[in-house]
């Protein structure tokens, strides 16, 4: 990289790299697994080339890629940031996803030891709750994890497509480093409440997603046919009628590429860097080459020009088709 990275702070003490790296697509959803011992060294990869945030979560698989991530980053674990989620309903003994969300706190506290031993550590540096559990209040679960963290277990917690409410309900019974949360040009959601409150009461914001599940890259048109198994096959805006509309968005994108001598994704992630210090987008890749494309965008400095023609041209796009299949949308912004 030549370039040290650039580090940002979550919350008020958890210091990460700008760019983290989500690493979901290793194992799970955007279709088959990849090669374990190529995403072990494109791990290490990412940590060679400065990114100390690795994001997992015990329902990628379940239980593979918290497997995968824990072998990896063994060797430099004292090197790194470990963020992993629990939530769902899982089965802890054989790893059988069932629907629902669970996060009764012995079940939070069960399925933490899983965590644990999975990753190959003794302490998670920052723990989500995936989703919200309507049948749990928020308070037992900020109770639970507080517990978590008075023993050493874990070190920080977050919420992860939570509702304003539910943040600040959580936060106040133990104090939030990071809310997780789909946000990018593709899906600019959180700007209406998310960010406003986050930044009220000091909260990092960790987007998922940042290069709209692929889309802002500009590598995907309507024609772009994804294997059997992608979950972007039930999602409404990977239609091909949404993304022959949606392709306007991307050609507003890969002007200003142009312009910059950057590539689209670059451009994504610079503009999501550009709208605060505290925001740290997770972009998952399984390749070296899109890792290292990625990592350009933090030295890519867009202008208040470059950010305000970006603005104007996206207010004439209508992003068309909802961001999940109507079933995941139910289990967001609670």
Wanted: aromatic fraction near 6%.
């Amino acid at each position: 990289m030549g370039k040290t990275m650039k580090i940002r702070k979550l919350g008020n003490n958890l210091e990460v790299s700008a760019l983290g790296l989500g690493c979901m697509s290793m194992s799970a959803l955007y279709g088959p697994p990849a090669d374990k011992q190529e995403m072990i060294k494109l791990i290490r990869s990412a940590h060679q080339r400065g990114i100390t945030l690795f994001d997992t979560a015990e329902s990628y698989g379940p239980f593979a890629n918290e497997m995968l991530v824990g072998e990896a980053l063994q060797p430099i674990r004292d090197q790194v940031v470990i963020a992993t989620k629990f939530g769902f309903d899982i089965d802890l003994a054989t790893g059988e996803r069932r629907g629902r969300t669970n996060s009764r706190p012995e079940h939070i506290k069960a399925a933490v030891e899983g965590c644990l031993r999975r990753l190959r550590t003794d302490h998670i540096d920052l723990l989500y709750q995936h989703r919200v559990d309507p049948d749990v209040p928020i308070e037992d679960v900020a109770g639970a994890v507080k517990e978590l963290i008075a023993e050493g277990k874990v070190r920080h917690f977050g919420l992860s497509e939570a509702g304003v409410k539910t943040i600040r309900r959580a936060h106040a019974v133990q104090p939030l480093t990071a809310v997780q949360s789909e946000y990018s040009l593709f899906w600019r959601g959180p700007e209406a409440e998310l960010l406003p409150l986050v930044e009220e009461l000091g909260i990092g914001f960790v987007p998922f997603s940042p290069l709209g599940a692929g889309f802002l890259t500009g590598k995907i048109d309507e024609n772009t046919k994804f294997d059997p198994t992608d979950f972007r096959n039930s999602v409404p805006r990977f239609s091909a009628e949404a993304r022959r509309a949606n392709m306007a968005l991307v050609d507003v994108i890969k002007t200003v590429a142009t312009r910059k001598k950057a590539t689209p994704a670059q451009v994504a992630l610079a503009w999501l860097l550009a709208q605060k210090p505290w925001i740290v987008p997770i972009p998952g890749t399984t390749k070296l080459h899109r890792l290292e494309e990625n990592l350009g965008a933090v030295d890519l400095e867009l202008t208040a020009q470059d950010l305000s023609y970006v603005s104007t041209e996206l207010s004439k796009v209508a992003v068309k088709g909802e961001r999940l299949p109507e079933a995941a949308l139910k289990m967001t912004g609670r």
